[in-house]
């Protein structure tokens, strides 16, 4: 049947539904985005087996990692640019936490712009997660056997910062295919949105030109981190 069942509203006594949106990048390419949080020390604590609590123990020292290159007091040249290379994956990573919070959901509402209908905005979904579940598995499978392989670099002093991120990227590539995978049996709630099909028109304006109309339809939507994903994304 596709990725997950379409419903008009949720049953009685549901919490409100995770809220997934269809951003258009493109004339014909979309992208799912949310601002789903970060797990909590909560959730992480409640992992069971041993690799999954060692992967989240590098993932907790590889966001480490991230605040020391964020708070930008390196020196010297080239440890600044690995600070601007480690922010810019974290951003990238902190766009698979859509795919990731779709693992436990059981209900999510899915706003599109309201240039397309439901049966179109469905045939979206079905083909990004298809790709997402391709995607996330083939590097799964790329970056464990990395991940194996940085154990060479165990002998070097200092953290083994190689090994933190290749362990937060297979985590990170598992939760974003299991997330995908569930999908299927995610109750989607179709709700057709006019500031997503603003958003979809500047996709091929100058960069320049279309920014404070982007931040205002962020602002809308209280999407914070918008402008930032469609300005990497659009084209």
Same mark, same amino acid.
């Given at each position: 049947?596709?990725?997950?069942?379409?419903?008009?509203?949720?049953?009685?006594?549901?919490?409100?539904?995770?809220?997934?949106?269809?951003?258009?990048?493109?004339?014909?390419?979309?992208?799912?985005?949310?601002?789903?949080?970060?797990?909590?020390?909560?959730?992480?604590?409640?992992?069971?087996?041993?690799?999954?609590?060692?992967?989240?123990?590098?993932?907790?020292?590889?966001?480490?990692?991230?605040?020391?290159?964020?708070?930008?007091?390196?020196?010297?040249?080239?440890?600044?640019?690995?600070?601007?290379?480690?922010?810019?994956?974290?951003?990238?990573? /902190?766009?698979? %936490?859509?795919?990731? +919070?779709? &693992?436990?959901?059981?209900? *999510?509402?899915?706003?599109?712009? #309201?240039? !397309?209908?439901?049966?179109?905005?469905?045939?979206?979904?079905?083909?990004?997660?298809?790709?997402?579940?391709?995607?996330?598995?083939?590097?799964?499978?790329?970056?464990?056997?990395?991940?194996?392989?940085?154990?060479?670099?165990?002998?070097?002093?200092?953290?083994?910062?190689?090994?933190?991120?290749?362990?937060?990227?297979?985590?990170?590539?598992?939760?974003?295919?299991?997330?995908?995978?569930?999908?299927?049996?995610?109750?989607?709630?179709?709700?057709?949105?006019?500031?997503?099909?603003?958003?979809?028109?500047?996709? /091929?304006?100058? %960069?320049?030109?279309? +920014?404070? &109309?982007?931040?205002?339809? *962020?602002?809308?939507?209280?999407? #914070?981190? !918008?402008?930032?994903?469609?300005?990497?994304?659009?084209?």
């Amino acid at each position: 049947m596709g990725p997950g069942r379409f419903r008009r509203s949720a049953a009685p006594g549901d919490p409100d539904p995770m809220t997934i949106f269809l951003i258009q990048v493109g004339r014909s390419r979309f992208e799912l985005y949310s601002e789903a949080p970060e797990e909590t020390t909560a959730e992480a604590a409640q992992t069971t087996g041993v690799f999954r609590r060692w992967a989240r123990a590098a993932n907790l020292r590889w966001q480490a990692v991230v605040e020391s290159a964020r708070q930008g007091s390196a020196r010297g040249l080239l440890a600044r640019g690995r600070d601007a290379l480690i922010r810019r994956v974290a951003e990238s990573i /902190a766009e698979q %936490r859509t795919l990731w +919070a779709l &693992r436990h959901e059981a209900a *999510a509402a899915l706003r599109f712009p #309201s240039t !397309l209908d439901v049966p179109t905005a469905r045939g979206v979904l079905t083909e990004r997660l298809a790709h997402a579940t391709r995607h996330h598995l083939r590097w799964l499978v790329i970056d464990g056997l990395l991940l194996i392989g940085s154990a060479v670099f165990a002998v070097v002093p200092g953290p083994n910062v190689l090994a933190y991120y290749l362990a937060f990227r297979v985590f990170g590539h598992l939760s974003s295919w299991r997330g995908a995978r569930h999908a299927d049996h995610v109750a989607w709630q179709p709700e057709a949105d006019d500031s997503l099909a603003e958003l979809a028109s500047l996709a /091929a304006m100058p %960069r320049e030109a279309r +920014a404070p &109309r982007v931040a205002d339809i *962020a602002r809308r939507l209280n999407l #914070s981190r !918008l402008p930032t994903f469609f300005e990497r994304m659009a084209a």
